[in-house]
């Protein structure tokens, strides 16, 4: 038993990591501690000599459950980039919602554009339509007029036929009664005539007759004669020579008095040609009558047709103004019906946009009442939405309060959270350190105290053992190196006690992890109720936007608030200051293409610039806006007013007679009265108008030519209007004949 015992005892002995040198100092490694440990923790665990353990038995536990919080708080942190992470991931959709927003505003801008387009293009075709029907209208009034034109040449032909016909009427009826009376007095010579005539055949041929009669007694005597001459003498034949010549005179005269009455035979003769001529001309005269009345007829078919032609004239100026009429009428209607359209759209707008604030208000009105009396019903929605608006105004400055306090609060409580963070960082490292040194600590001391033990045990059996006596110098320096072992030792414990001791405790560890706790859960709650005030503060932001929106249109109340016209607007001057940009400049240089666009085309050129598409060369603008357009419009009324005037005129002048020019002399308006029967050019009247409306006949050469008749409707009437028509039919006596 003691040789077993001394060999334990020899072989724990040697097993010690007490040095042999006296001089070497006793160090133990962690690496040894731990190797002791694991080869004597079955040994010692057992142990109830142990004063550490028996002191503390759950201190492993509480380095677990630190390493447990620090998994946890490694969990939050990692939570907490995760809600970093998916707040970014939800900023990055909100920013991905917004970009797909503006391009999709950006879109709906275009389809407007192409929309506006469109609308100008239909707009457009249709000014063309009316251009079109305004040429339409045109050509027909331009045939109208070459229509009214022929016909008045037609009338004024008409006029002059049946002047020159009434003149030639008037010759024909003055050579008639010439006629007639010469044929009356030539009748009359005729008769005279033929009487003579008679009366001279019947002379004739009784001094033919008896002509005859003494021709043949005269031969008869010559015959006897003759006869007897053979048996007279010589005197006979003188009587009988005297008695022939007798004869021959008497005979000369006789045939003078035959070529006399042959003569009157002659004239007699002219008188019956005359006669026939006057028969001829009778013929012509019944002719020219039978031709006056086919003239007649003719004339009253022409002033048939002439009057069914005003009459159509009529019917076609009533046809164009019905037509003008219903085109005003029909532009007037669309015009109405537009508006009508609008109106409707409006009604639904205004009922679509009020319902929602009706339902949204908190006011007395109702969808009724809006619709029973809309201004009334939107005053008071107004007053409603403006006393929300300020109440929301409030509150959102309250809440900007509060979110301001509550982010100041955060961000203190984010430092504490920070600092305590750290604190309980460090103090997690140095209770970590601490608590390995603990641990080694507590392995060294269990090992010293095994180590003690075993060096007692060892001391005990050489203190028992008598028979060795001869290394009690050995064993004593041994036990010296034991003892400053032990002491060194025992040095080491206290100085780990105490370590121990000025350590944080596990209350003190307790109560910093339940304050951070508190504090995690207060900062939960923060974030919580920051994010409902953020949410909040958006939806009054939204609000607040939608209302100042609503007050930038015009909205406000005028008991509370005051508007400032300002001469410059200083967001323009602020704006055209910084327009700078490329895409700035780039806009102006397109708007300024497209002006000069604009207004070539206004004036009817083509032009195409570089920024415009192919297909809005085939529109048109006919623009009022531009300078172009306004004098186009000017000069469109001039030429309108100037045929309305000219027309106006023409009319005065064929219902009146009288052609009226206006003219300034002296600053006095002077009248111009040119009559439609004057016999001269420059027949005119002059009258003076005064300013209050009082009419003076001007003295000239064409007033002292009228009849004091005429003057009496001027003089003791005073009456223009009289004067005037009595002038008239003056110098229509003066220039036609009426016929009976």
């Not at 980039?81 to 879109?107: M, P």
């Not at 251009?131 to 229509?147: F, H, I, N, S, T």
């Not at 201004?375 to 105004?393: D, H, I």
């Not at 050469?701 to 002038?727: E, H, K, M, W």
């Amino acid at each position: 038993m003691a040789e077993g015992k001394r060999t334990s005892l020899s072989s724990s002995f040697l097993c010690s990591p007490i040095p042999k040198d006296p001089s070497q100092v006793f160090f133990v490694d962690k690496s040894s501690s731990a190797q002791s440990k694991g080869t004597s923790s079955d040994d010692f665990l057992d142990d109830g000599v142990t004063p550490s353990k028996a002191s503390d038995p759950t201190l492993p536990d509480r380095a677990q459950q630190q390493h447990e919080r620090e998994h946890e708080l490694e969990n939050e942190a990692k939570q907490q980039e995760k809600a970093s992470d998916g707040a970014r991931e939800k900023k990055r959709q909100r920013l991905e919602i917004e970009s797909f927003a503006v391009f999709k505003n950006e879109e709906l801008k275009r389809e407007a554009d192409l929309l506006r387009i469109q609308l100008e293009t239909k707009s457009q075709r249709h000014q063309i339509e009316l251009k079109e029907r305004d040429v339409k209208l045109d050509q027909l009034r331009r045939q109208l007029k070459y229509a009214v034109a022929a016909e008045d040449k037609t009338m004024k032909e008409l006029k002059n036929i049946v002047n020159e016909h009434s003149v030639e009427k008037l010759q024909l009826e003055k050579r008639v009664v010439e006629l007639e009376a010469q044929l009356k007095l030539v009748e009359g010579k005729l008769d005279e005539w033929k009487e003579k005539a008679l009366e001279t055949t019947d002379q004739l041929r009784m001094h033919t007759r008896q002509s005859t009669m003494k021709i043949q007694l005269l031969q008869d005597e010559l015959e006897a004669a003759q006869d007897s001459s053979m048996t007279t003498s010589q005197s006979e034949d003188n009587i009988l020579e005297s008695k022939i010549r007798l004869l021959e005179s008497q005979l000369k005269q006789k045939s003078m008095e035959a070529e006399h009455m042959a003569s009157r035979m002659l004239g007699a003769q002219d008188t019956l040609d005359d006669a026939c001529e006057v028969r001829e001309l009778n013929e012509q005269i019944v002719q020219l009558r039978s031709t006056e009345r086919k003239l007649k007829a003719e004339l009253v078919d022409l002033i048939e047709a002439s009057r069914s032609s005003s009459v159509l004239q009529e019917k076609l100026y009533r046809v164009t103004r019905k037509l003008q009429q219903s085109e005003e009428r029909n532009a007037q209607s669309l015009e109405r019906i537009e508006k009508a359209m609008l109106v409707e759209e409006a009604h639904k707008e205004f009922y679509n946009y009020f319902d929602q604030i009706v339902k949204e208000a908190k006011s007395d009105v109702t969808l009724e009442d809006l619709k029973k009396r809309p201004a009334a019903s939107v005053v008071e929605l107004y007053k409603a939405r403006q006393n929300a608006f300020e109440m929301l105004f409030e509150q959102k400055n309250n809440v900007e309060i509060q979110r301001r306090r509550l982010e100041k609060h955060c961000e203190k409580l984010q430092v504490d959270l920070i600092t305590s963070s750290n604190n309980c960082a460090k103090l997690e490292t140095q209770l970590a350190g601490i608590q390995e040194k603990m641990s080694g600590s507590n392995d060294v001391a269990t090992h010293l105290r095994k180590i003690n033990a075993e060096l007692v045990e060892i001391l005990e059996t050489y203190g028992k053992d008598l028979d060795d006596e001869a290394g009690d110098d050995s064993t004593s320096k041994r036990v010296a190196l034991l003892e400053s072992a032990l002491k060194q030792s025992e040095e080491l414990i206290t100085s780990m006690e105490l370590a121990q001791q000025s350590m944080a405790t596990p209350a003190i560890v307790k109560r910093y992890e339940a304050r951070i706790e508190r504090l995690e859960k207060a900062l939960t709650h923060i974030e919580q109720d920051n994010g409902g005030l953020r949410k909040h503060l958006e939806k009054a932001e939204m609000e607040l936007a939608v209302f100042e929106k609503r007050l930038g249109k015009g909205e406000f109340n005028v008991e509370t608030t005051k508007i400032v016209h300002l001469a410059v607007n200083p967001t323009r001057e602020l704006l055209q200051s910084k327009a700078t940009s490329n895409d700035v400049e780039n806009l102006r240089r397109e708007n300024e293409a497209l002006r000069a666009r604009l207004t070539k085309l206004t004036d009817g050129g083509d032009v195409e610039s570089p920024g415009v598409c192919a297909e809005d060369k085939l529109t048109t603008t006919t623009s009022y806006d531009t300078v172009d357009g306004l004098k186009k419009l000017n000069q469109r009324l001039k030429q309108v007013f100037g045929d309305q005037i000219r027309q106006y005129r023409e009319a005065v002048y064929l219902l009146t007679g009288y052609k009226v020019d206006l003219k300034k002399s002296n600053g006095m308006e002077m009248l111009r009265l040119r009559s439609m029967y004057a016999e001269h050019d420059d027949d005119d009247l002059l009258i003076r108008m005064e300013a209050s409306g009082s009419l003076e006949l001007l003295d000239s050469d064409f007033c002292s030519r009228i009849n004091q008749r005429v003057f009496a409707y001027l003089t003791t009437c005073r009456s223009f209007p009289a004067f005037l028509s009595t002038l008239t039919l003056h110098l229509f006596e003066k220039q036609t004949f009426q016929g009976n």
